[in-house]
């Protein structure tokens, strides 16, 4: 293969940064698969009963709901407009913004829920739960989200329980 130096030095340039890339990656990714499931993140609706119950309505006072403002708002806001997608974003940027706070203001709480362990070193299990009928119109599942994305490796979202 004819390759002018010049060439040659570009492609070995981009060979090796290829290269390193893809190893990061790779290693990134076992390290993910490895990694023991630490805790288990499940949504149900308030009715739900069985093990890892979690109350994270604003009734029950959870420091994972979302404020009374942002509910009487967003109360006011369906009255108006109806339920619409543009509303859920809406909702969903507020609520987020809550928890960046709650997250500063009730770290312990995170830190308990985060690091919850099942019987003899068996993942934890933690089932979200609140009132609304859809959870994926919810703070109960962005809350999930949130759970994973603070909890790092080995914590996961398993979706909906229905009852
Ligand atoms: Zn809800």
Redesign the pocket.
């Given at each position: 293969m004819g390759m002018t130096p010049q060439q040659a030095r570009r492609y070995a340039f981009d060979y090796a940064a290829t290269t390193e890339r893809i190893s990061q990656a790779v290693q990134r990714d076992r390290a993910r698969a490895t990694a023991a499931p630490r805790l288990d993140i499940w949504t149900a609706r308030i009715s739900y009963g069985g093990e890892g119950r979690l109350d994270v309505t604003r009734k029950g006072n959870s420091p994972f709901a979302p404020s009374w403002t942002l509910l009487n708002e967003t109360k006011a806001r369906v009255k108006r407009e109806g339920v619409t997608e543009a509303g859920w974003t809406w909702y969903r940027k507020r609520y987020v913004v809550e928890m960046r706070r709650s997250w500063r203001h009730h770290r312990a709480a995170w830190d308990e829920l985060l690091s919850r362990l099942g019987p003899e070193g068996a993942p934890g299990r933690v089932v979200l739960c609140?009132?609304?009928t859809d959870y994926l119109r919810?703070?109960?599942s962005v809350l999930a989200e949130l759970l994973v994305a603070a909890g790092g490796d080995g914590v996961l979202y398993h979706g909906e329980i229905e009852a």
């Open positions: 609140c009132y609304c919810c703070h109960r």
